[in-house]
């Protein structure tokens, strides 16, 4: 527990004062120039390299499967009912509003409970997953048939959100802020059997259009 406090405070503080505390401003000055979805990928890219530098000394190793693995630890950790896990779930919550401050100057907001977070993902799943949706994924992935990975990527990313925020807005997460403040809230259960089985609706969504989710 006490070499994740470690990890995790060091995160907190390299994203709050550090160089990527930079790169997160940037991403708020392009507010009105980059699409959301390319800015919230730029935002995920820089926690993740941010958390890569600080698991790695703790002998993870310094790729996709590292992270997983540390993840996988941390969630078993904020689960595991310790008086440090409440430590742990408070530096990770700090993360996150650090995050959305700096980057899209918005504010964590209220908590989700689970029950509404479930709700929430469910009604996303049958969204993104009804015929209506699915031929707009079609006709997405047809359009940039000849173009390339990172290009279809980006494009079925965008419309994925886009099927997230016509559901979420119905729950009072509005616009660019609203998006941002559901998928920072809904992280405290990522580690809930029912909201992987929604979300991983989402992924389907790439496997459809023939892509890796990685």
Request: charged share 10%; glycine share 2%.
């Given at each position: 527990m006490d070499m994740a406090l470690s990890a995790t405070n060091a995160t907190r503080v390299q994203l709050d004062r550090g160089l990527q505390c930079g790169a997160l401003e940037e991403i708020k000055a392009q507010?009105?120039?980059?699409?959301?979805?390319?800015?919230?990928?730029?935002?995920?890219?820089?926690?993740?390299?941010?958390?890569?530098?600080?698991?790695?000394?703790?002998?993870?190793?310094a790729d996709q499967q590292g992270v997983m693995d540390y993840n996988k630890q941390f969630s078993a950790l904020l689960a595991s009912g310790e008086d440090d896990a409440r430590d742990l779930q408070g530096l990770n919550k700090e993360i996150w509003q650090t995050m959305l401050t700096k980057g899209f100057d918005a504010d964590f907001g209220e908590p989700i409970h689970l029950e509404r977070a479930r709700e929430i993902q469910a009604k996303i799943s049958a969204h993104v997953?009804?015929?209506?949706?699915?031929?707009?994924?079609d006709a997405s992935t047809k359009d940039v048939a000849t173009a390339s990975n990172a290009e279809k990527h980006s494009s079925l990313m965008k419309l994925v959100m886009e099927g997230q925020m016509e559901v979420i807005s119905d729950f009072g997460y509005e616009g660019d802020v609203g998006f941002v403040q559901y998928q920072a809230q809904v992280m405290e259960h990522s580690t809930d059997v029912i909201m992987q089985s929604n979300t991983a609706a989402l992924m389907s969504l790439y496997e459809r259009a023939g892509l890796q989710t990685a």
């Open positions: 507010q009105r120039a980059v699409h959301l979805a390319d800015r919230w990928h730029a935002m995920l890219n820089i926690f993740m390299s941010t958390v890569v530098n600080n698991i790695v000394p703790l002998g993870f190793s997953l009804s015929p209506a949706f699915l031929a707009r994924v």
